[in-house]
């Protein structure tokens, strides 16, 4: 069941939040058991309130009964529009529906983007980056902060408050963690849960993560309290998540992790595996290991949340139908696209009578700025095919390899 949440956080200043248990696979493809929140807020001001984005279109019902309780159509006069993904925007007509009256306010691309909700349409002002919204005593400074997690994407600097609405920036997964950075539930759990929202949902921009943080830093944005649209409110310490945010941004690895994502049909390059992690242990690196076999399915969101601050990659499958494995093609893919940072990849593949994945997975790796230090391609059909003294020559090539 998914449930609704309105309190105000600050001084005339409301979160609206749902708990999303509906979704499974977020954007139809990250594996989210966490759930997750969709975070609006309300601000009000002596001459009527501001509504800051809003929540996904099964939940519109549930956000007009939600505004009832804060305000009313009479009393809202604009609705700020900060990304058009239908995560937020999905209920914007019906709200405008709600308050006939409201101004509609984004990026002069978010108008653009806006056919699939008219009236709100017709209700539109585009605003500039930097403009701001005087009303009723409060200041609303916008500021574009484009890749974050669109290119309409801005966030909203409430002045007058040192709040800043910040969209998907400084969001993360899941819906048992509290409403605050100080509740402090699950607290590593729902660093992780941010991780792997930053690393799946911006990933791919993740350079513009450090950009928007220096633009918001030169323009002396020092907010009190951090709004996101997902997850957690930051109150005690929001420096916190900033920094957090311009690691990831950044990829930095943390020292000796390495992540191992292997497939196996019948067990021969899992007994390379076996023998490959043993030996990082040995050496005193930290491997992470995720394997697609006849038993296990490794969730690929989990794998790209291992993959953003590990020092080094080692990818092993076996050849295909003259091709990588498939799954362990779309999680290298997946690696380069959203992961990769100039570190370190290994690749092992095995095969029966022609070498390809090996190459196929090099290229991959390689297309995406991964340096790979080592390729093994091991003739062998079956575990059996190899023998002990084989599998430990490998395990130590590969670990020579990461240390040159
Ligand atoms: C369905 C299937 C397709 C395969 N296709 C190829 C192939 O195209 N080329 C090749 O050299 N070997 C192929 N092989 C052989 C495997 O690559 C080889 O046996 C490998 O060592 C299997 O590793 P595993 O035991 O970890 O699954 C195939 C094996 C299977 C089961
Ligand atoms: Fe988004
Ligand atoms: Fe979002």
């Not at 139809?28 to 969709?38: D, M």
């Not at 799946?200 to 950009?211: A, E, L, S």
């Not at 690196?285 to 394997?291: F, L, Q, T």
Request: proline share 4%; net charge neutral.
């Amino acid at each position: 069941m998914s449930t609704y949440r309105v309190e105000e956080v600050g001084d005339g200043f409301y979160v609206l939040r749902v708990n999303d248990r509906y979704t499974r696979f977020f954007e139809a493809l990250w594996e989210i058991p966490e759930g997750i929140t969709y975070n609006a807020y309300l601000l009000k001001t002596g001459e009527g309130d501001v509504l800051f984005d809003g929540w996904k279109k099964p939940f519109a019902g549930m956000l007009l009964d939600a505004l009832e309780q804060v305000t009313s159509p009479d009393r809202l006069r604009y609705v700020v529009v900060n990304h058009m993904e239908p995560d937020h925007s999905g209920s914007l007509e019906e709200v405008v529906m709600w308050a006939p009256g409201v101004k509609v306010l984004g990026h002069p691309m978010a108008g653009r983007m806006m056919k699939a909700y008219p009236r709100a349409k017709e209700r539109f002002k585009p605003v500039r980056d930097g403009e701001v919204l005087e009303l009723g005593g409060e200041r609303i400074r916008f500021i574009h902060t484009p890749w974050l997690h669109w290119p309409e994407t801005m966030m909203s600097w409430i002045e007058t408050k040192d709040i800043l609405v910040t969209c998907d920036a400084f969001g993360g997964y899941g819906v048992f963690y509290g409403l605050f950075d100080d509740e402090c539930t699950r607290w590593e759990d729902a660093l992780r849960a941010m991780q792997k929202y930053v690393v799946t949902v911006i990933g791919h921009y993740k350079q513009w993560i450090g950009k928007n943080i220096a633009k918001l830093e030169k323009l002396g944005v020092k907010p009190k309290l951090i709004a996101p649209a997902h997850g957690l409110i930051w109150r005690r310490d929001p420096q916190r998540v900033i920094e957090l945010y311009k690691e990831l941004g950044e990829a930095q690895a943390k020292k000796g992790k390495v992540l191992v994502v292997y497939a196996s049909m019948y067990g021969t390059v899992e007994t390379m595996i076996r023998r490959i992690t043993c030996e990082l242990s040995r050496k005193g690196y930290k491997p992470v290991v995720y394997g697609y076999t006849d038993s296990t399915r490794p969730y690929i969101a989990e794998i790209l949340t291992d993959a953003i601050d590990a020092e080094a990659v080692i990818l092993a499958a076996p050849t295909y139908e003259a091709d990588v494995f498939p799954l362990l093609r779309l999680a290298a893919e997946e690696i380069c696209w959203k992961a990769s940072d100039g570190k370190k990849a290994v690749i092992v593949s095995s095969y029966g009578w022609g070498s390809i994945a090996a190459k196929h997975l090099r290229k991959i790796m390689e297309g995406c700025n991964y340096s790979v230090v080592e390729t093994i391609e091991y003739n062998a059909i079956g575990p059996l095919a190899i023998t002990s003294e084989e599998a430990r020559k490998i395990a130590e090539q590969v670990v020579a390899a990461l240390e040159k």
